[in-house]
């Protein structure tokens, strides 16, 4: 596709259940990164994957949260028994090789909401 | 540690008046990336600076980045009502890639 696209772009679940994000990267691109946002705040890192494997969960916040990309591709962050703090816009970001000095493009986000 | 200050919070001009948000790293940067969000958006990129002491021009846009590498400021001349947004600094620390993003300064533009 022309850009990086997430699905849903808006999800409202009740606390306790579990969800999927999922993430389209630029085509090509081999290095995904997902941020959360909350409102007005910069977006924070969660996770880094160079190809399939994670290059760096260091942001990720505790053993609720687990993504993977398991064809190099598509990734899906997935939150288990949500919380209300988890109430946040997801962002995804693709970059075409990855480190320091990349750009990263951005997808629209989804928008979750813990009840 | 990793941490990226960036101020003020938010920035009300009258459309046609100049516009600076600055950010501050306690430690040395690999790099700082600047991006730019409008309202209901998502980031977009605007510019990445590496160089210590590099100056870096988009039309009315000035960007620096000191010479310790641990700071860098945005500079908006004869701001218009397009400009409006959220602006983030995002810094790098190695060469990873994570970046590191300050609060964002909102920037209202009055007509």
């Known amino acids: 596709g022309a850009g990086v696209s997430q699905t849903p772009s808006n999800k409202v679940t009740e606390k306790g259940k579990y969800v999927e994000l999922r993430c389209d990267p630029i085509s090509g691109h081999t290095a995904l990164y997902w941020y959360r946002q909350s409102l007005g705040q910069g977006p924070e890192f969660l996770i880094y994957?160079?190809?399939?494997?994670?290059?760096?969960d260091s942001g990720l916040p505790n053993d609720r949260f687990f993504a993977v990309r398991p064809e190099g591709s598509v990734s899906t962050l997935k939150i288990q028994r949500t919380e209300r703090g988890d109430s946040a816009v997801y962002l995804c970001?693709?970059?075409?090789?990855?480190?320091?000095?990349?750009?990263?493009?951005f997808g629209p986000g989804t928008r979750l909401t813990v009840l | 540690g990793q941490q990226v200050m960036q101020i003020p919070q938010y920035q009300h001009v009258q459309e046609g008046e100049d516009f600076t948000t600055y950010c501050n790293s306690s430690?040395?940067?690999?790099?700082i990336q600047w991006y730019k969000q409008r309202p209901g958006g998502h980031p977009v990129f605007l510019i990445q600076?590496?160089?210590?002491?590099e100056v870096k021009k988009q039309k009315r846009l000035t960007f620096q980045f000191g010479e310790a590498k641990k700071n860098s400021s945005l500079h908006i001349t004869a701001t218009q009502t397009t400009d409006v947004g959220t602006y983030f600094c995002a810094g790098v620390y190695n060469q990873g890639g994570k970046l590191i993003f300050g609060q964002g300064t909102e920037l209202s533009v009055k007509p």
């Open positions: 600076l590496v160089k210590s002491g």
């Open positions: 970001a693709s970059s075409s090789l990855g480190g320091g000095t990349d750009t990263q493009y």
């Open positions: 994957f160079q190809g399939t494997g994670a290059a760096d």
């Open positions: 430690t040395t940067l690999s790099n």
